[in-house]
């Protein structure tokens, strides 16, 4: 094959997506729907070509770990911390952790009466329906207004970083008992010393590097520690979620020695460039992921008996929840922060995650590509109603 045409190829799928990009923001559709479905579209067109896809498939859990990566990196440089937020940042970790314990407990129990499965399984495989997709919701609050946009970037990025635990706690654990609770618990205090630490070391790393090239050696070193932690079963995405937050407020911070010793004079023009860095890096790798997640998927498993029963289900009890809890503990929240919960890409990388031996037969990709496309729908009827003009009066 000629090298012209995997670059015709490759440079015509960024180019689609970001007119997906700009639709999606007219249209309210999320644009990895149109992924998705442009992915599928591609799996067809090599089977009628007699295209091998099998290698594509293997890169799909790196592509979707690096750009979970970014796109929490790009969501946390959004942020800014002050006293007046600080009720703010508490509703939205509670809803995020609260909402994700009773969603999963829901669909545990679900999965528990309607399948043969142990009780243990059941509980593993309702953790990724039960994470909303910051690498959705974050994008997708930009047209909510400030307040209310940071309460979806804080809960969905929390989201994920309480999934990732909650997953790697489930799987790593036999039986669940005090001394596993005790381990969560020391690897918890672990990780956030591990954050406090490595956001120190990057932040003077960036103040005494003067090579105009350096902004791709921070996000590499930021992967390479996220690795060494997930070799060793931390959620080590707080330090990527507490590196952005420290990074974008670091100038707040008026010690002196501080002040001194790391701030520098472009501290702030490196931070825009960083931001921008990371908000395009994180626009190509989502692309290239949910693509290869269409070419890899069976559409045809949507239309199954089992899948529309099973998935229908989740949906039912996502919302369920979140309604309960936001009914109860944030009655000021708007109906299209209750509907803005979309699964992605997290919830696909941890399923993809599960080992074979523990699948239950019957939630398969099928199952999860259907909560995927009604959630995000739902989401589009959300934010639709948002941009809705008001009804004129006399």
Request: aromatic share 12%; hydrophobic share 55%.
């Amino acid at each position: 094959m000629k090298v012209e045409i995997p670059l015709l190829v490759l440079s015509s799928l960024v180019i689609f997506s970001y007119i997906f990009d700009l639709f999606a923001r007219k249209s309210k559709i999320p644009s990895i729907l149109l992924l998705v479905a442009s992915g599928v579209g591609l799996q067809y067109a090599a089977s009628y070509f007699d295209i091998s896809t099998v290698a594509l498939e293997r890169i799909l859990p790196l592509l979707g770990t690096v750009g979970l990566i970014l796109i929490v990196l790009e969501g946390s440089l959004e942020l800014k911390l002050s006293g007046d937020k600080k009720q703010l940042i508490r509703k939205s970790v509670a809803s995020a952790f609260f909402v994700l314990l009773a969603t999963t407990f829901a669909i545990t129990g679900f999965l528990y009466f309607y399948t043969d499965a142990s009780l243990r399984l059941c509980f593993i495989n309702a953790i990724p329906f039960s994470i909303i997709s910051s690498a959705i919701a974050i994008p997708s609050a930009s047209v909510l207004d400030p307040e209310r946009k940071e309460f979806i970037v804080y809960e969905s990025s929390m989201s994920d970083i309480f999934g990732i635990m909650l997953f790697n706690f489930a799987v790593m654990n036999t039986s669940y008992g005090v001394r596993s609770f005790t381990s969560l618990i020391g690897e918890t205090i672990l990780i956030t010393l591990l954050a406090a630490v490595f956001c120190i070391g990057l932040l003077y790393l960036l103040s005494r590097i003067t090579h105009k090239l350096k902004f791709f050696l921070v996000i590499s070193v930021l992967v390479l520690v996220y690795a060494f932690g997930k070799v060793y079963h931390l959620s080590s995405l707080i330090i990527v979620l507490v590196f952005g937050l420290f990074l974008s407020n670091a100038h707040l911070i008026r010690v002196p020695f501080f002040q001194r010793k790391f701030m520098y004079k472009n501290y702030l023009q490196d931070l825009e460039q960083m931001h921008l860095l990371s908000g395009e890096s994180a626009f190509l790798v989502r692309t290239f992921f949910f693509l290869i997640f269409g070419i890899s998927i069976d559409v045809f498993s949507l239309v199954h008996h089992s899948v529309l029963i099973t998935g229908g289900a989740i949906v039912l009890l996502i919302y369920l929840s979140r309604f309960t809890y936001h009914r109860l503990f944030l009655k000021t929240a708007s109906l299209t922060e209750l509907l803005l919960s979309p699964r992605g890409l997290i919830s696909i990388l941890l399923f993809l995650s599960i080992p074979a031996s523990e699948r239950i037969p019957g939630v398969g990709e099928g199952t999860m590509l259907l909560v995927i496309i009604l959630t995000s729908l739902i989401m589009t009827i959300g934010l639709v109603r948002n941009q809705a003009p008001a009804p004129a009066t006399d």
